[in-house]
């Protein structure tokens, strides 16, 4: 199994351009983001395909698929924008399985999405179940015990 990069649908750059990168990568920005797609009227969509913009072929494949983005986000709180993004980011790439740690989102899109999702959100257990995998390395730590960062990472 190779996991890989993959291409956003939409290109946030190209329409949500800023100078301070901490305030690019904000929760906040991306919720804002994903609801002004989610304001995009589909009329609107080929208006955004003719712009006078060199999108890469992901974006405008993205813009085009904006009516689907919309109806992943229908029942969806704002709080959730930024996941089904990322979960439709997934979808985009043709993924199976949409790798979370939010146990509130995989239950969101299990109980929420029923039928709608090409891309199952899973968290790193469920994945490990899907694919087969049995046999398990123990955990290095108890959960709620407390760990040190440095121990974390320098553990032989």
Request: aromatic share 12%; hydrophobic share 40%.
């Amino acid at each position: 199994m190779k996991l890989e990069n993959v291409d956003s649908p939409i290109e946030r750059s190209f329409f949500q351009g800023t100078i301070n990168l901490s305030k690019y990568l904000a929760r906040d920005a991306v919720i804002d983001f994903c609801a002004m797609l989610l304001a995009v009227k589909d009329e609107h969509i080929e208006r955004i395909l003719n712009l006078e913009k060199d999108f890469p072929e992901s974006t405008l494949r993205g813009i085009r698929d904006l009516p689907r983005f919309r109806k992943l986000c229908v029942s969806a709180p704002r709080k959730h924008y930024p996941d089904l993004f990322h979960l439709w980011t997934a979808e985009h790439a043709g993924c199976e399985f949409f790798l979370t740690m939010d146990k509130k989102f995989v239950n969101f899109g299990t109980n929420q999405c029923t039928g709608i999702l090409k891309c199952e959100p899973v968290r790193p257990s469920m994945f490990l179940e899907r694919i087969g995998v049995a046999d398990r390395d123990p955990m290095p730590f108890d959960f709620g015990d407390p760990i040190s960062f440095f121990d974390a990472v320098h553990k032989d």
